[in-house]
């Protein structure tokens, strides 16, 4: 019987012994929960993005959910962001009471067509939460400017964009500076860099980092750290409503290994990135990724857009039958069970617009990129003959569909 191939994940973290020891380092000191490793944590981060603050928190979701309160978003404010993201993004805004302003995105890129923005601004508008899809940096410099002209704060989901850069007044600069006001960095096993679970704030502006500091710890005034040194005795007050959203130093200590092999990471993935381009770019009705002249993806995933007529799922079938994990396109907010047409917006009035919640004329694009493309297999312990069996069976699903 001929051998059954091995299996080919859509992702896979590096996790290897160096990591292992620093979580045994951690154990053994005797402090777990946020403590020295996370400030250590925090420092290598702000250094290795370029950030003046790194704060460190449970998850990109909480980091989110903070950058939204300290930038003043309450309840019915509105937020414009993109449906098109894990839902993450937009459960955010909720969370804070107010209704995401839901924009589309540019085919090309996945990301919020700056364009669009203007025309859904109203007084209510507290903030602009934009996403760097896949990794790939979105159009800052234009976002930016309609920003800071409408004193609007920015908030950059980078959940997916550690490691990559963007071209800021001539020099590459990695997201996270950050470029807007606030970055937000999810440490998920299926991003570059993982803590098991995790996230980070970046930011430059001292006032912002001392709330996330607050808040993240219960509204507490007086870190444990401090307390647990103090020669006389501290009592904390709590000066604001608080969340536990902190690190533990188990996983900072994690997270301080994962940072060393960030760079190494990136180059293989840019290495695979450009093998996948290569060797599919003959297949003219595939639409490949493409990066802006201004952006350097990490290549946190290769998205690819399936030929008009093409069947997603049944490829996807076809590559599963085949050991090869794939997954669709990006998810859309506004058509999940959970967002109930009245709970965002696409930035005109219900009766105007006619959209029910699955199908809205306005995100066309959105709900185009979810249903016509996959994500194909990319990590750095892909090798190429693997690689080149994805590519192999992503021809010969095609074919199957094509030619028949
Ligand atoms: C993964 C992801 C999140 C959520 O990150 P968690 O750390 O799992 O909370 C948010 N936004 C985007 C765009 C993501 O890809």
């Given at each position: 019987m001929p051998e059954r191939p091995t299996f080919i994940p859509i992702a896979k973290p590096r996790l290897g012994q160096e990591e292992e020891i620093a979580a045994a380092r951690a154990i053994s000191s005797g402090w777990v929960t946020?403590?020295?490793?996370?400030?250590?944590?925090?420092?290598?981060?702000?250094?290795?993005?370029?950030?003046?603050?790194?704060?460190?928190?449970?998850?990109?979701?909480?980091?989110?959910?903070?950058?939204?309160?300290?930038?003043?978003?309450?309840?019915?404010?509105?937020v414009i962001t993109v449906s098109h993201s894990f839902i993450a993004t937009a459960n955010s805004?909720?969370?804070?009471?107010?209704?995401?302003?839901?924009?589309?995105?540019?085919?090309?890129?996945?990301?919020?067509?700056?364009?669009?923005?203007?025309?859904?601004?109203?007084?209510r508008t507290t903030a602009l939460l934009c996403v760097h899809q896949l990794g790939m940096p979105c159009d800052l410099r234009a976002l930016f400017d309609i920003a800071r002209r409408r004193?609007?704060?920015?908030?950059e989901d980078a959940a997916c964009a550690v490691g990559s850069e963007i071209l800021w007044n001539g020099a590459w600069e990695k997201i996270g500076k950050?470029?807007?006001?606030?970055?937000?960095?999810?440490?998920?096993?299926?991003?570059?860099?993982?803590?098991?679970?995790?996230?980070?704030?970046?930011?430059?502006?001292?006032?912002?980092?001392?709330?996330?500091?607050l808040?993240?710890?219960?509204?507490?005034?007086?870190?444990?750290?401090?307390?647990?040194?103090?020669?006389?005795?501290?009592?904390e007050e709590y000066t604001d409503l608080g969340f536990n959203y902190r690190m533990s130093d188990i996983q900072a200590a994690v997270g301080r290994e994962q940072l060393k092999r960030l760079p190494g990471n990136i180059e293989r993935r840019r290495l695979l990135a450009r093998r996948y381009g290569e060797q599919l770019r003959d297949i003219s009705e595939l639409?490949?990724?493409?990066?802006?002249?201004?952006?350097?993806?990490?290549?946190?995933?290769?998205?690819?857009?399936?030929?008009?007529?093409c069947n997603q799922k049944q490829l996807m079938q076809d590559l599963l039958d085949r050991g090869i994990a794939t997954r669709r396109g990006v998810?859309?907010?506004?058509?999940?069970?959970?967002?109930?047409?009245?709970?965002?917006?696409?930035?005109?009035?219900?009766?105007?617009?006619?959209c029910t919640g699955r199908n809205c004329r306005r995100l066309a694009e959105s709900q185009r990129a979810q249903e016509t493309g996959i994500m194909l297999p990319l990590y750095d312990a892909l090798n190429e003959s693997d690689q080149d069996r994805v590519i192999g069976e992503l021809r010969w699903s095609l074919a199957r569909q094509f030619q028949t």
């Open positions: 946020q403590g020295p490793e996370v400030a250590a944590f925090e420092r290598e981060f702000a250094a290795a993005v370029g950030a003046s603050y790194a704060c460190a928190v449970s998850n990109c979701t909480a980091a989110l959910h903070l950058a939204l309160l300290v930038l003043g978003v309450r309840p019915g404010d509105e805004v909720r969370y804070c009471g107010a209704r995401p302003v839901f924009v589309d995105i540019q085919p090309g890129t996945l990301n919020l067509d700056p364009t669009l923005v203007e025309a859904v601004i109203t007084p004193s609007i704060p920015i908030v950050p470029h807007g006001d606030i970055a937000c960095f999810s440490l998920h096993p299926r991003k570059l860099l993982t803590t098991g679970d995790g996230g980070m704030l970046t930011t430059t502006n001292a006032r912002h980092d001392a709330r996330f500091r808040l993240r710890h219960h509204g507490m005034s007086i870190q444990d750290t401090l307390r647990h040194s103090a020669a006389q005795v501290m009592f639409g490949l990724p493409a990066e802006p002249d201004w952006a350097r993806s990490n290549w946190q995933s290769y998205y690819v857009r399936l030929p008009d007529g998810m859309c907010a506004h058509r999940e069970p959970a967002y109930p047409v009245d709970s965002w917006s696409c930035g005109t009035r219900r009766e105007e617009c006619g």
